[in-house]
């Protein structure tokens, strides 16, 4: 038994298949309490480690209420945004 990601319910195997066609067949696992649905592609990308982001973005300071919003001065030259 696997727990739902969610609301920790119980999930229970379902097929769904293209109606149309009636030739697709993908199984999947629905929470019977929230309705969340997982399919074997999702658990696995879940069990992989994050990828490492560090060093791609800047860090935002973070937004304390109250405190005082400051602009960085425009460097001389560069357009001004509309």
Known sequence: ?????????????????????????????????????TDAQLLANRAQPPISTEGTKKQRKPFIPGQAITKKPRKPGSKQRT
């Open 1 to 37: 038994m696997i727990p739902c990601y969610r609301c920790g319910g119980l999930l229970v195997a379902t097929d769904y298949s293209d109606q149309a066609q009636n030739t697709l067949v993908i199984w999947l696992w629905r929470c019977v309490n929230c309705g969340s649905v």
